[in-house]
Protein backbone atom coordinates (compact mmCIF):
# COMPACT_ATOMS: atom_id res chain seq x y z
CA UNK A 1 0.00 0.00 0.00
CA UNK A 2 1.45 3.59 -0.95
CA UNK A 3 1.52 6.31 0.87
CA UNK A 4 -0.27 9.58 0.13
CA UNK A 5 0.95 12.73 2.23
CA UNK A 6 0.16 16.14 2.24
CA UNK A 7 2.62 18.64 2.87
CA UNK A 8 0.66 21.61 3.99
CA UNK A 9 0.35 24.69 6.19
CA UNK A 10 -1.69 27.85 5.68
CA UNK A 11 0.78 30.31 5.62
CA UNK A 12 3.24 31.09 2.86
CA UNK A 13 6.81 30.81 3.15
CA UNK A 14 6.76 28.70 6.30
CA UNK A 15 9.01 26.48 3.98
CA UNK A 16 6.66 23.63 2.79
CA UNK A 17 8.26 23.58 -0.46
CA UNK A 18 12.02 22.50 1.17
CA UNK A 19 10.96 20.35 3.93
CA UNK A 20 8.83 17.89 0.67
CA UNK A 21 12.02 18.12 -1.42
CA UNK A 22 14.36 17.16 1.75
CA UNK A 23 11.98 14.62 2.64
CA UNK A 24 11.55 12.88 -0.91
CA UNK A 25 15.34 12.62 -1.29
CA UNK A 26 15.79 11.13 2.19
CA UNK A 27 12.82 8.40 1.99
CA UNK A 28 14.43 7.54 -1.73
CA UNK A 29 17.72 7.17 0.28
CA UNK A 30 16.06 4.76 2.31
CA UNK A 31 15.55 2.83 -0.58
CA UNK A 32 11.77 3.68 -0.99
CA UNK A 33 10.27 4.67 -4.72
CA UNK A 34 9.14 8.24 -4.33
CA UNK A 35 6.95 10.38 -6.12
CA UNK A 36 6.50 14.14 -5.47
CA UNK A 37 3.34 16.01 -6.79
CA UNK A 38 3.64 20.17 -6.86
CA UNK A 39 0.29 21.08 -6.35
CA UNK A 40 1.12 24.59 -6.69
CA UNK A 41 -0.90 25.32 -9.71
CA UNK A 42 0.88 28.38 -11.31
CA UNK A 43 3.16 28.97 -8.66
CA UNK A 44 5.06 25.90 -9.04
CA UNK A 45 8.73 25.83 -7.23
CA UNK A 46 9.17 22.31 -6.23
CA UNK A 47 11.06 21.64 -9.91
CA UNK A 48 13.45 24.83 -8.75
CA UNK A 49 14.66 23.37 -5.35
CA UNK A 50 14.89 20.18 -6.62
CA UNK A 51 17.24 21.72 -9.55
CA UNK A 52 15.06 20.05 -12.43
CA UNK A 53 13.84 22.91 -13.60
CA UNK A 54 15.10 22.87 -16.84
CA UNK A 55 13.39 19.20 -17.92
CA UNK A 56 10.10 20.01 -17.14
CA UNK A 57 8.20 18.82 -20.26
CA UNK A 58 4.87 18.49 -19.18
CA UNK A 59 3.83 19.07 -16.52
CA UNK A 60 -0.10 17.58 -14.55
CA UNK A 61 -1.97 19.99 -16.58
CA UNK A 62 -1.43 18.08 -19.76
CA UNK A 63 -1.94 14.70 -17.73
CA UNK A 64 -5.22 15.72 -16.71
CA UNK A 65 -6.30 17.10 -19.79
CA UNK A 66 -5.28 13.59 -21.79
CA UNK A 67 -2.76 15.01 -23.72
CA UNK A 68 0.06 12.89 -22.62
CA UNK A 69 0.34 9.42 -20.50
CA UNK A 70 1.44 10.28 -16.57
CA UNK A 71 4.91 8.67 -17.26
CA UNK A 72 6.12 10.71 -19.88
CA UNK A 73 5.22 14.08 -17.62
CA UNK A 74 7.47 12.51 -14.67
CA UNK A 75 10.69 14.09 -14.83
CA UNK A 76 13.73 11.18 -12.78
CA UNK A 77 15.97 12.90 -10.61
CA UNK A 78 19.47 11.72 -11.89
CA UNK A 79 21.24 12.10 -8.68
CA UNK A 80 18.65 9.52 -6.43
CA UNK A 81 17.65 6.70 -7.64
CA UNK A 82 13.95 6.28 -6.87
CA UNK A 83 12.65 9.96 -6.81
CA UNK A 84 10.26 11.66 -9.74
CA UNK A 85 8.43 14.90 -9.82
CA UNK A 86 5.06 15.80 -11.37
CA UNK A 87 5.60 19.41 -12.25
CA UNK A 88 2.49 21.78 -11.31
CA UNK A 89 1.35 23.50 -14.75
CA UNK A 90 2.51 27.33 -14.64
CA UNK A 91 0.14 28.55 -17.13
CA UNK A 92 -3.02 27.78 -15.05
CA UNK A 93 -4.16 28.82 -12.21
CA UNK A 94 -5.14 26.61 -9.33
CA UNK A 95 -8.97 26.99 -9.72
CA UNK A 96 -9.18 24.98 -12.74
CA UNK A 97 -8.93 21.77 -11.57
CA UNK A 98 -11.00 19.67 -9.40
CA UNK A 99 -10.12 17.62 -6.65
CA UNK A 100 -11.43 14.48 -8.64
CA UNK A 101 -8.84 15.51 -11.57
CA UNK A 102 -6.61 15.17 -8.60
CA UNK A 103 -7.13 12.19 -7.08
CA UNK A 104 -7.35 10.72 -10.20
CA UNK A 105 -3.54 11.49 -10.52
CA UNK A 106 -2.52 10.44 -7.47
CA UNK A 107 -4.30 7.09 -7.72
CA UNK A 108 -2.17 6.59 -11.08
CA UNK A 109 1.07 7.31 -9.09
CA UNK A 110 -0.16 4.91 -6.30
CA UNK A 111 0.26 2.03 -8.49
CA UNK A 112 4.49 2.37 -8.49
CA UNK A 113 5.22 4.66 -5.81
CA UNK A 114 5.73 3.84 -2.20
CA UNK A 115 5.08 7.73 -1.23
CA UNK A 116 3.07 10.03 -2.86
CA UNK A 117 3.95 13.12 -1.52
CA UNK A 118 1.81 17.03 -2.02
CA UNK A 119 3.42 19.81 -1.92
CA UNK A 120 0.13 21.95 -0.96
CA UNK A 121 -0.23 25.43 -1.85
CA UNK A 122 -0.44 28.38 0.47
CA UNK A 123 -4.18 29.27 1.70
CA UNK A 124 -7.22 27.50 2.22
CA UNK A 125 -8.97 27.95 -1.35
CA UNK A 126 -9.39 25.64 -4.01
CA UNK A 127 -5.60 25.14 -4.65
CA UNK A 128 -5.27 23.67 -0.56
CA UNK A 129 -8.73 21.97 -1.63
CA UNK A 130 -7.38 20.13 -4.41
CA UNK A 131 -3.80 18.91 -2.62
CA UNK A 132 -5.37 17.34 0.13
CA UNK A 133 -8.01 15.97 -1.58
CA UNK A 134 -6.21 12.52 -2.62
CA UNK A 135 -4.11 12.44 1.06
CA UNK A 136 -4.82 9.92 4.01
CA UNK A 137 -2.01 11.18 5.81
CA UNK A 138 -0.61 15.00 6.41
CA UNK A 139 2.23 16.60 7.34
CA UNK A 140 1.58 20.60 8.84
CA UNK A 141 4.61 22.72 8.86
CA UNK A 142 4.71 25.63 11.38
CA UNK A 143 7.84 28.07 12.42
CA UNK A 144 7.80 29.36 15.52
CA UNK A 145 5.59 32.49 14.68
CA UNK A 146 2.43 33.64 16.09
CA UNK A 147 0.81 34.26 12.33
CA UNK A 148 2.22 30.56 11.49
CA UNK A 149 1.00 28.55 14.25
CA UNK A 150 -2.50 30.40 14.13
CA UNK A 151 -2.96 29.39 10.89
CA UNK A 152 -1.61 26.15 11.35
CA UNK A 153 -4.15 25.71 13.91
CA UNK A 154 -6.90 26.45 11.11
CA UNK A 155 -5.78 23.93 8.56
CA UNK A 156 -5.88 21.37 11.27
CA UNK A 157 -9.12 21.87 11.94
CA UNK A 158 -10.13 21.82 7.94
CA UNK A 159 -8.01 18.49 7.26
CA UNK A 160 -10.29 17.15 10.47
CA UNK A 161 -12.99 18.18 8.82
CA UNK A 162 -12.16 16.41 5.89
CA UNK A 163 -11.37 13.05 7.62
CA UNK A 164 -7.52 12.91 7.45
CA UNK A 165 -6.78 10.77 9.95
CA UNK A 166 -2.74 10.86 10.53
CA UNK A 167 -1.93 15.04 11.12
CA UNK A 168 1.46 15.16 12.38
CA UNK A 169 3.67 18.54 12.70
CA UNK A 170 7.30 19.83 11.50
CA UNK A 171 8.30 22.91 13.59
CA UNK A 172 10.16 24.37 10.71
CA UNK A 173 13.27 27.28 11.35
CA UNK A 174 13.75 26.96 14.84
CA UNK A 175 16.32 28.93 16.32
CA UNK A 176 17.75 27.22 19.39
CA UNK A 177 19.43 30.15 21.20
CA UNK A 178 16.30 32.79 20.48
CA UNK A 179 14.19 29.98 22.10
CA UNK A 180 16.58 29.62 25.63
CA UNK A 181 16.90 33.65 26.18
CA UNK A 182 12.66 33.02 25.81
CA UNK A 183 12.72 35.12 22.32
CA UNK A 184 10.84 32.92 20.75
CA UNK A 185 8.09 29.81 20.85
CA UNK A 186 9.42 27.25 21.87
CA UNK A 187 8.30 23.20 20.36
CA UNK A 188 6.36 22.65 23.41
CA UNK A 189 5.03 25.93 23.36
CA UNK A 190 3.77 25.30 19.90
CA UNK A 191 2.38 21.39 20.84
CA UNK A 192 0.31 23.03 24.11
CA UNK A 193 -1.28 24.97 21.18
CA UNK A 194 -1.96 22.74 18.39
CA UNK A 195 -2.22 19.20 20.02
CA UNK A 196 -1.05 17.78 17.15
CA UNK A 197 1.83 14.90 17.40
CA UNK A 198 5.42 15.83 16.64
CA UNK A 199 7.42 14.32 14.07
CA UNK A 200 10.27 16.66 13.12
CA UNK A 201 11.59 20.11 14.24
CA UNK A 202 13.82 21.74 11.92
CA UNK A 203 16.45 24.23 12.85
CA UNK A 204 17.37 27.61 10.95
CA UNK A 205 20.08 27.73 9.04
CA UNK A 206 22.07 29.20 6.71
CA UNK A 207 22.53 26.11 4.42
CA UNK A 208 19.09 25.73 3.84
CA UNK A 209 19.36 28.65 1.37
CA UNK A 210 22.79 28.11 0.11
CA UNK A 211 21.13 24.43 -0.77
CA UNK A 212 18.50 26.33 -2.66
CA UNK A 213 20.41 28.47 -4.82
CA UNK A 214 22.00 25.61 -6.11
CA UNK A 215 18.95 23.65 -6.56
CA UNK A 216 20.68 20.42 -4.43
CA UNK A 217 18.45 19.52 -1.35
CA UNK A 218 20.72 19.54 1.21
CA UNK A 219 20.21 15.53 2.30
CA UNK A 220 21.97 15.24 -1.08
CA UNK A 221 25.02 15.89 0.43
CA UNK A 222 26.50 13.18 2.63
CA UNK A 223 30.00 14.38 2.68
CA UNK A 224 29.57 17.58 4.74
CA UNK A 225 26.33 16.72 7.00
CA UNK A 226 24.43 19.33 8.18
CA UNK A 227 21.81 19.95 11.30
CA UNK A 228 18.86 20.36 9.25
CA UNK A 229 19.68 17.50 7.02
CA UNK A 230 20.41 14.88 9.64
CA UNK A 231 16.79 16.38 11.09
CA UNK A 232 15.62 15.70 7.30
CA UNK A 233 16.51 12.21 8.10
CA UNK A 234 15.24 11.76 10.92
CA UNK A 235 12.23 12.78 9.85
CA UNK A 236 11.55 10.39 7.35
CA UNK A 237 12.94 7.33 9.22
CA UNK A 238 10.02 8.42 11.87
CA UNK A 239 7.78 8.28 9.01
CA UNK A 240 8.66 5.05 7.75
CA UNK A 241 7.26 3.77 11.30
CA UNK A 242 10.85 4.23 13.42
CA UNK A 243 8.91 6.18 16.42
CA UNK A 244 12.12 5.90 18.87
CA UNK A 245 14.18 7.76 16.73
CA UNK A 246 15.42 10.41 19.04
CA UNK A 247 15.11 14.55 18.55
CA UNK A 248 17.95 16.31 18.02
CA UNK A 249 19.36 18.13 20.84
CA UNK A 250 19.34 21.52 18.96
CA UNK A 251 20.91 23.47 21.77
CA UNK A 252 24.08 21.71 22.19
CA UNK A 253 25.40 23.34 19.39
CA UNK A 254 24.77 26.76 21.17
CA UNK A 255 26.02 25.46 24.98
CA UNK A 256 28.83 27.63 26.47
CA UNK A 257 29.45 27.43 30.32
CA UNK A 258 27.42 30.30 30.63
CA UNK A 259 23.76 29.27 29.46
CA UNK A 260 24.79 25.62 31.79
CA UNK A 261 25.44 27.14 34.85
CA UNK A 262 22.20 29.56 34.23
CA UNK A 263 20.35 26.13 33.41
CA UNK A 264 21.47 24.88 36.28
CA UNK A 265 20.10 27.62 38.39
CA UNK A 266 16.71 27.63 36.18
CA UNK A 267 15.65 24.16 36.83
CA UNK B 1 20.04 51.07 40.14
CA UNK B 2 19.80 49.05 43.08
CA UNK B 3 15.81 48.51 42.72
CA UNK B 4 16.73 47.67 39.03
CA UNK B 5 19.19 44.96 40.09
CA UNK B 6 16.97 43.68 43.07
CA UNK B 7 13.70 43.31 40.28
CA UNK B 8 16.08 41.19 38.47
CA UNK B 9 17.38 39.10 41.06
CA UNK B 10 14.01 38.65 42.35
CA UNK B 11 12.21 37.97 39.06
CA UNK B 12 9.83 41.30 40.24
CA UNK B 13 8.04 43.31 38.29
CA UNK B 14 9.47 41.75 35.25
CA UNK B 15 7.28 41.93 32.06
CA UNK B 16 5.98 39.35 30.26
CA UNK B 17 8.78 37.90 27.74
CA UNK B 18 7.90 38.14 24.32
CA UNK B 19 7.39 34.57 23.88
CA UNK B 20 4.70 34.30 26.89
CA UNK B 21 2.95 37.13 25.17
CA UNK B 22 3.03 35.41 21.78
CA UNK B 23 1.35 32.27 23.56
CA UNK B 24 -1.27 33.96 25.83
CA UNK B 25 -2.38 35.90 22.19
CA UNK B 26 -1.99 32.81 19.97
CA UNK B 27 -4.21 30.97 23.25
CA UNK B 28 -7.06 33.66 22.74
CA UNK B 29 -7.16 34.07 18.66
CA UNK B 30 -7.12 30.24 18.69
CA UNK B 31 -9.74 29.71 20.57
CA UNK B 32 -11.99 32.00 18.66
CA UNK B 33 -10.79 30.68 15.41
CA UNK B 34 -12.18 27.02 16.17
CA UNK B 35 -15.33 28.14 17.49
CA UNK B 36 -15.88 30.87 14.92
CA UNK B 37 -18.22 32.91 16.71
CA UNK B 38 -17.82 36.43 16.01
CA UNK B 39 -17.31 39.38 19.13
CA UNK B 40 -20.74 40.07 18.48
CA UNK B 41 -22.31 36.42 19.26
CA UNK B 42 -20.20 36.04 21.78
CA UNK B 43 -21.22 39.15 23.30
CA UNK B 44 -24.87 38.60 23.21
CA UNK B 45 -24.73 34.97 24.53
CA UNK B 46 -22.66 36.38 27.21
CA UNK B 47 -25.91 38.86 28.10
CA UNK B 48 -28.50 36.59 27.70
CA UNK B 49 -26.91 34.22 29.84
CA UNK B 50 -26.44 36.68 32.31
CA UNK B 51 -30.02 38.00 31.87
CA UNK B 52 -30.81 34.10 32.43
CA UNK B 53 -28.98 34.02 35.55
CA UNK B 54 -29.46 37.43 37.29
CA UNK B 55 -33.58 36.16 37.27
CA UNK B 56 -32.28 33.50 40.44
CA UNK B 57 -28.95 35.33 41.83
CA UNK B 58 -27.36 38.80 41.93
CA UNK B 59 -24.26 38.56 39.95
CA UNK B 60 -21.20 40.71 41.36
CA UNK B 61 -20.83 42.01 37.39
CA UNK B 62 -17.46 43.48 38.35
CA UNK B 63 -15.80 40.45 39.23
CA UNK B 64 -17.39 38.62 36.42
CA UNK B 65 -14.94 36.70 33.96
CA UNK B 66 -16.31 35.39 30.62
CA UNK B 67 -13.98 33.77 28.21
CA UNK B 68 -13.43 31.19 25.51
CA UNK B 69 -10.75 28.70 25.87
CA UNK B 70 -9.32 25.47 24.38
CA UNK B 71 -8.41 22.12 26.47
CA UNK B 72 -6.87 19.58 23.90
CA UNK B 73 -8.43 20.82 20.65
CA UNK B 74 -11.99 21.03 22.55
CA UNK B 75 -13.26 24.86 22.73
CA UNK B 76 -14.66 25.61 26.44
CA UNK B 77 -16.81 28.34 27.49
CA UNK B 78 -15.92 29.65 30.69
CA UNK B 79 -18.25 31.90 32.45
CA UNK B 80 -17.49 33.01 35.92
CA UNK B 81 -20.27 34.66 38.35
CA UNK B 82 -19.70 35.63 41.30
CA UNK B 83 -23.15 35.28 42.82
CA UNK B 84 -23.42 38.56 45.79
CA UNK B 85 -26.59 37.03 47.03
CA UNK B 86 -29.65 34.27 46.51
CA UNK B 87 -33.03 36.55 45.65
CA UNK B 88 -35.30 35.55 48.26
CA UNK B 89 -38.88 36.70 46.35
CA UNK B 90 -38.55 34.37 44.09
CA UNK B 91 -39.45 30.78 43.77
CA UNK B 92 -38.10 29.21 41.05
CA UNK B 93 -41.35 28.62 38.97
CA UNK B 94 -42.11 32.39 39.06
CA UNK B 95 -38.79 32.82 37.53
CA UNK B 96 -39.15 30.95 34.82
CA UNK B 97 -43.00 32.48 34.16
CA UNK B 98 -40.51 35.92 34.31
CA UNK B 99 -38.17 34.84 31.47
CA UNK B 100 -40.62 33.88 29.38
CA UNK B 101 -42.45 36.93 29.62
CA UNK B 102 -39.75 38.98 29.18
CA UNK B 103 -38.99 37.15 25.77
CA UNK B 104 -42.50 37.60 24.67
Not at chain 1, 188 to 211: A, T
Not at chain 1, 231 to 254: I, Q, T
Not at chain 2, 32 to 58: A, F
Request: glycine letters at 4%; one cysteine or more.
Amino acid sequence: MSRIIVITSGKGGVGKTTITANLGVSLAQLGRKVALVDADFGLRNLDLLLGLENRVVYTAAEVIAGECPIEKALVKDKRQRGLVLLPAAQNRNKDAFKPEQMKELVSKLAQNYDYVLIDSPAGIEMGFRNAISAATEALIVSTPEIASVRDADRVVGLLEAEKIQKIRLIVNRLRPEMVQLEKMLSVEDILDLLVVPLIGVIPDDERVIVSTNRGEPLVLDERRPSLPAIAFKNLSRRLEGEEEVPFLDLLAAHDNLLTRIRRLFQS
Amino acid sequence: MINELLDKLFQRNVPLTSKEEAKQRLKLVIAHDRVQLNPGTLELMRKEILEVVSHYVEIDSKEMEFSLENDDRMSVLIANLPIRRIKKTLTTTTAIEETKKDRS
